[in-house]
């Protein structure tokens, strides 16, 4: 098993740097839970160099509660150097650590060039994609009461469909190599008439432009109580020959590696012999019973 999907800080936590002991502590972790490797993958807006490109990407949207709470929580976050945490990633490799580096790339619609421009000038080796916001409405910010009022404005089949559209294109602009929780939209339990509508798009995405879909235990940690991707998309993936990685998308070394007994069963059960691991953005295989 690998543990493609961790955080060093929390959100809330700031201006704070990661140290090869933070990093060593996690890995540790991790082998006791079966994984032999294991990927930091930080969130792209929490770093200034994004900010700096990025920094006025929600004035795109009509003024709003909405557009204000998303740029105050963003701009709050933007605040790690992105150079000292690839060096202190890729001193922990040269030590012998079982990690690689890694991204978690938020998308930014019609901006995801810009986002390559800046991600080419350093040496992932992988990086994920994610949708946490519709537009300027971050869905899965459970605990706001601001946020989770939206999907009644909204609607729940808008919701999905806005999702979908994005995962398609954050998948066909081939900036990154993983879906991660690819369905993600689910978080709260509210589902659309037909769901397999949708999921058979996130699945065909998946298909066409070669990218792996992450397997996660984070979604068991949150309402909907399931992992990510859901049982009939798994399946879907597994029909397209679609590629897997296995997370927790931990926040805290507590996390790290969290209920992956459930994950391995379920990727077993699923037909899947191998997940990928990443060198320099390239694909390998890794046996799942290591
Ligand atoms: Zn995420
Ligand atoms: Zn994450």
């Avoid at 490109?53 to 929580?73: A, Q």
């Avoid at 992932?124 to 459970?142: A, M």
């Amino acid at each position: 098993m690998i543990d493609y999907h961790l955080h060093l800080w929390a959100h809330g936590k700031r201006d704070i740097g990661p140290t090869i002991e933070d990093l060593a502590s996690y890995a540790e972790k991790a082998k006791g839970n079966g994984v032999v490797e294991i990927a930091i993958t930080e969130h792209l807006f929490r770093f200034v160099q994004t900010e700096n490109i990025l920094g006025s990407f929600f004035r795109r949207y009509p003024d709003s509660e909405m557009r204000s709470y998303m740029e105050s929580y963003w701009k709050d976050h933007a605040r790690a150097d992105l150079d000292h945490y690839v060096e202190v990633a890729l001193a922990a490799k040269e030590a012998g650590l079982n990690v690689v580096v890694g991204m978690e790339v938020d998308y930014y619609e019609g901006e995801m060039d810009k986002v390559s421009e800046l991600l080419a000038g350093y040496p992932f080796d992988v990086l994920l994609g994610s949708i946490h916001w519709v537009r300027d409405w971050p869905f899965d910010h459970t605990d706001s009461a601001l946020v989770q009022g939206y999907w009644d404005i909204i609607g729940v089949e808008e919701a999905w469909s806005a999702y979908t559209r994005a995962l398609e294109e954050l998948a066909d602009s081939r900036a990154v190599d993983v879906l991660a929780h690819p369905d993600l939209i689910k978080i709260m339990g509210k589902f659309p008439a037909v769901p397999e509508e949708y999921y058979d798009r996130m699945a065909e995405a998946a298909r066409r432009s070669g990218i792996a879909a992450e397997v996660s235990s984070a979604g068991f940690r949150k309402p909907i109580g399931e992992e990510y991707p859901a049982p009939y998309l798994l399946r879907k993936f597994k029909e397209y020959g679609v590629d897997i990685t296995t997370a927790s998308d931990a926040h805290n070394l507590g996390d790290v590696s969290k209920d992956f007994d459930r994950i391995r069963k379920i990727v077993l059960a699923a037909g899947y012999e191998s997940v990928k691991g990443f060198r320099s953005r390239q694909a390998n295989a890794i046996e799942i019973s290591q």
